[in-house]
């Protein structure tokens, strides 16, 4: 995975979507917060099927920038 950082925004190049292990790698904290903050409104996420969970880059975008 390649990685961007520029002026604190972190984009994914040519994928627009991070599974709960890539965001949490990325945030550096435990997946289990990531389910915490999904279920405290603070991330939103797309499922897509049973136990299969993915949260936009923009997303994430947003919440560096509000944080």
């Known amino acids: 995975l390649r990685y961007v950082k520029n002026y ?11 599974t ?13 917060t990531v389910r915490v903050w999904v279920k405290a409104g603070i991330l939103p996420e797309i499922s897509m099927g049973h136990r299969t969970k993915r949260y ?10 509000c944080s």
């Open 8 to 18: 604190g925004v972190i984009m994914k190049k040519s994928i627009e979507t991070l």
């Open 20 to 32: 709960t292990q890539e965001v949490a790698q990325l945030l550096h904290i435990h997946p289990k």
């Open 56 to 65: 936009l880059v923009s997303d994430i975008n947003n919440l560096l920038q």
